[in-house]
């Protein structure tokens, strides 16, 4: 069964180093997301991609962020310099054609110290 | 802005009776609501949909009902198993919006044998 991938499962960082995050979609799909959830919260919007651009963000995702598909195969989620608070669970997902439901990666759990 | 809400962090029920899960919603643009199951250490995993042109979807075991004029769903699992239990994730769309998904805190499932 298709399945959506993401490396590391586990990332340390410094504060105010940079991190990437990577997901490799379903082979088929077409929209792309992240998502984070942050120890005992809900999991939350950060971004949709969709045609080689941002379709939709958050606040959340603000300057330190960035996305990118560099090979037709790669998503990644880029913190330009990490925060504490940056640490959750990051999760891509994505969906197809006609976008119902999204398939989740297992996360990376991000831990910025 | 909790514009989805599952009042209740968690549920426990016996092996074999039925687990109703409740959620609220706020934003009346919502028109597609999904269910997503959670274990620890993974990411979500897509178990149900309902489209707010219908008030019924059922799977297997699992059936979704829709009340749009309360702005409810709620998850029945009957009967309910021990590998049942999971975090319950409540999610909610709008046609048109790249399907970015506005997910509830999540509802603690303990089935107990």
């Known amino acids: 069964e298709p399945e959506v991938t993401q490396t590391p499962s586990h990332q340390v960082t410094q504060m105010g180093q940079e991190v990437i995050l990577r997901c490799v979609p379903i082979s088929n799909h077409l929209y792309f997301y992240w998502y984070r959830q942050i120890l005992g919260q809900k999991v939350e919007f950060l971004v949709s991609f969709y045609n080689n651009e941002i379709s939709e963000k958050s606040e959340i995702f603000d300057d330190q962020f960035s996305v990118e598909r560099p090979d037709g195969s790669n998503f990644t989620l880029k913190i330009r310099s990490t925060k504490l608070e940056d640490s959750a669970m990051y999760f891509c997902?994505?969906?197809?054609?006609?976008?119902?439901?999204?398939?989740f990666g297992q996360g990376t759990r991000l831990t910025v110290v | 802005d909790q514009q989805v809400k599952q009042n209740s962090p968690s549920l426990s029920v016996q092996e074999g009776r039925i687990s109703i899960l409740n959620c609220d919603y706020t934003n009346s643009m919502f028109d597609y609501f999904l269910w997503y199951k959670k274990y620890p250490a993974e990411g979500p995993t897509f178990l149900i949909s309902?489209?707010?042109?219908?008030d019924k979807n059922e799977d297997g075991r699992f059936t979704v009902f829709l009340n749009k004029s309360a702005k409810h769903l709620s998850l029945h699992i009957v009967p309910s198993q021990p590998g049942d239990s999971a975090v319950y994730f409540c999610a909610a769309s709008i046609t048109g919006s790249a399907r970015q998904l506005t997910f509830g805190s999540g509802t603690q499932l303990t089935v107990l044998p």
């Open positions: 997902a994505s969906c197809g054609l006609n976008p119902t439901e999204a398939f």
């Open positions: 309902i489209s707010s042109i219908k």
